[in-house]
Structure formats: C-alpha cells, structure tokens
C-alpha cells in the first residue's frame, strides 16, 4: 500500500529552526508537496520538489531526496504564526495525490 | 481576487437530513475536487471532475454525491448524513496539466456537525 509518514507533533521557541521529516513510500513518483494548514483553515501551498536538493524560499526550505523515499520542511526564524499543521504529499504514477496525516507544530515563546 | 469560494462556511444538521455544500471558483481550472478531513488526520479524497469527467474514488460511500453544472460550481451532497460524517470538506481546483506543479487550491472549507 501506499503510505506518508510523517512525526504526530512538534514543538520549537520563537526564533529558533525547526526540521519536519516526511518519508513516503508510493507506486511511482511525480512530485512531492508541502502545505500548510492552521487550525480550522484550508491548506495552503507552500513547496514542491521533484528533483533531488533543497528549494529555498524565504524562510522556509524544502528537501528531497527519491532514493531515500524522504523530505524534510526547514522552517528558519520561527514565529508565532508558524505554529500549524505541516502537510507532506507527494503524486504518485497516476498523479493522484496521497497525503500525510501532518505534523502539528507548536511554537512556544 | 482569484479564488476558490465554500458555502456555507459551517452547516449543523440532524442524523439523516439532507445537506449541500458548494464550491466555486473563479481560477478556471479544470480539476475540481472535494475532500473530506477528519481531525488531525490526512485529507481524504472523496471525487473529482476532470472538466465534466466524474471520477469516485471505490471507498467513497453511495450516500456521498456531486454535481458539476459547469467549469466555475460545484457541489457536494449529503444524501443521509450520519454521525461519522462529520468532517471539514474541503473544495480544492487544479489546471489539471500533469506536467509541473500543478498545484492545488483549496477554499476555506465547509465545516459539517451532525447532531
């Protein structure tokens, strides 16, 4: 079967870096996301990696790597507003999305 | 602003009584889907439309229907809901191409208590 691990729960001070990891097992691969969601709220999209490296945006960063079936989000100068739900999904062969149970992030100050 | 609309925001109604949701969007895209999401747990995919294309996913219940009157609406009916089918439903749209991104965007969700 087909299945996204990913940590239940987190927790990072304000201002500190923080690294969720994401490992995947899938039939066949065609992109791997990350999206965020707060409490309540839809997600949001945040990164994409299809190749292997690290993408870099603002803040955050995201890393995959397909022979290890893993990915990690880096989320740099943590704020408040950072803590939600962290979604990991990645496409599979029939570009049908398979998604992660998230990983709830809880920012203290 | 582009975007993806969900009416109503938060609909309560009693074990058995029929419910409709609805999406919109203005995005143009293609893919329309609806899912259902549970607390702290993945969103699970109930259908899509591919243009007016409808796909079910097998374990998607018969008491779960949809309808798509063109390229901007779409609906979610709730023929019978039960206890279990309480859930935020999230409308998400695509451009569908299966080369890049092709990210989703969802709405705000419908939030569903059944009481």
């Known amino acids: 079967g087909q299945n996204i691990d990913q940590p239940t729960e987190m927790t990072a001070t304000e201002g500190a870096i923080v690294q969720i990891n994401c490992t995947y097992q899938t039939s066949g691969f065609n992109g791997l996301f990350w999206y965020q969601q707060h409490a309540g709220e839809a997600p949001t999209f945040l990164s994409y990696?299809?190749l292997d490296g690290l993408e870099e945006k603002g803040r955050f960063s995201s890393f995959l790597s397909r022979s290890k079936g893993y990915s990690y989000l880096l989320l740099k100068e943590l704020q408040m507003k950072d803590s939600a739900s962290y979604l990991c999904a990645v496409r599979d062969s029939n570009y049908q999305l398979i998604w992660g149970a998230g990983t709830k992030l809880i920012i203290k100050p | 602003d582009a975007m993806v609309i969900q009416n109503p925001r938060y609909q309560v109604t009693q074990f058995g009584k029929p419910v409709t949701l609805s999406c919109s969007q203005t995005?143009?895209?293609?893919?329309m889907y609806w899912y259902q999401q549970k607390s702290s747990q993945a969103p699970k995919l109930l259908f899509h439309y591919y243009d007016k294309d409808f796909n079910n996913e097998a374990d998607t219940p018969d008491n779960f229907q949809s309808r798509r009157p063109n390229t901007s609406f779409c609906f979610l009916d709730i023929r019978s809901p039960g206890l279990g089918d309480a859930a935020m439903y999230l409308c998400a749209t695509s451009s569908g191409g299966t080369s890049g991104a092709n990210v989703l965007t969802f709405g705000a969700g419908s939030r569903l208590t059944v009481l």
């Open positions: 990696n299809v």
């Open positions: 995005l143009n895209h293609n893919v």
